[in-house]
């Protein structure tokens, strides 16, 4: 095997629509660097399902790795990673496309780098505790509205000129449910780090194998242990740089960023992400978003909650 190894996950529940549009930004895009290419073929129920998947890789050559639709997507990765010996990995989900040549020798020559221990295509200084937070700090600006909203009445509480005379009548279920949310919020606290929360997403990152498989992870039994472990109090990040190791982010001309310069980036959820290098399910939702969904996100990404609908 080569030094490099980039690791692509095919989910069956998926389709093969988003497989082909990687492999068509695989084959459009150089890597300008040698690598073994895995594909880990995740959820397949059959043996024709899987004949299908590696025809679409026809023409390349390729590992595969089948493993049960369980653990999500790092889960997979780290099932993966403990199956082949290249040195460093770069980890795609289904969703990945690749913007841009030269990609795998910009992710390589960022993690060589003195001091880099993670390289990302997108970062993010998000925390999941922001949106409970915001919510709380809407309540104490207008109690009023906003106790209509816990209590099932009002339509939204991002609609901050809501006509008090259309409100909806009283919704007990409704009522419950946002409440229920909205009583997570110590947990969520407790679990995830206040805005500026910085780290790398889990998806299109290269790290060192052996320091990947070092780190601590749980089981990956529901949605809250993936983003744990991707910008919890434990976070990959976040281990990575207790052990003294710098994450940064990797644009599509090469360019290397540190913490403090993610947001100029222009790679994640801020303005037209024209330095993205590999995009994916969440990089399109923002592109093809409303002004308002960009604001929304951005928000999420880049400013403190307190600041939110300023």
Excluded: C
């Excluded at 106790?147 to 007990?172: E, H, I, M, P, T």
């Excluded at 009522?175 to 889990?202: C, D, K, V």
């Excluded at 990947?212 to 919890?232: I, N, P, R």
Aim: no cysteine.
């Amino acid at each position: 095997m080569t030094q490099s190894g980039v690791v692509y996950l095919y989910r069956f529940a998926e389709g093969p629509a988003p497989a082909r549009r990687f492999l068509d930004s695989y084959r459009a895009h150089p890597p300008g660097l040698d690598h073994d290419l895995h594909i880990i073929l995740k959820g397949f129920p059959n043996r024709q399902a899987l004949d299908a998947a590696r025809a679409l890789f026809g023409g390349l050559a390729i590992h595969t790795i089948e493993l049960d639709d369980t653990g999500y997507d790092i889960g997979a990765y780290i099932a993966a990673a403990r199956l082949v010996s290249n040195r460093v990995l770069l980890f795609l989900n289904t969703f990945s496309e690749i913007l841009a040549d030269d990609w795998l020798k910009h992710f390589d020559a960022a993690l060589t780098m003195a001091g880099v221990g993670l390289v990302g295509a997108t970062g993010s200084w998000q925390s999941v505790s922001s949106g409970y937070e915001a919510a709380a700090l809407r309540i104490l600006r207008d109690p009023i509205h906003y106790l209509k909203y816990y209590l099932g009445y009002s339509r939204s509480v991002f609609d901050r000129d809501a006509d008090s005379n259309a409100l909806d009548q009283f919704n007990a279920r409704r009522a419950l449910e946002r409440l229920g949310r909205f009583s997570l919020y110590p947990l969520r606290i407790y679990q995830f780090p206040r805005y500026p929360n910085p780290h790398i997403r889990t998806n299109a990152f290269m790290i060192g194998r052996e320091l990947f498989l070092s780190l601590q992870a749980g089981a990956f039994e529901s949605k809250v242990d993936v983003y744990k472990f991707e910008s919890g109090r434990h976070s990959m990040t976040r281990q990575i740089m207790a052990r003294g190791f710098e994450p940064v982010v990797v644009d599509r001309s090469g360019r290397v960023y540190h913490i403090s310069q993610w947001k100029s980036s222009s790679t994640f959820w801020i303005d037209l992400q024209t330095n993205l290098l590999i995009a994916d399910n969440q990089t399109s939702s923002y592109a093809v978003g409303s002004p308002a969904r960009r604001t929304v996100l951005t928000n999420y990404a880049w400013v403190p909650p307190s600041s939110w609908g300023k």
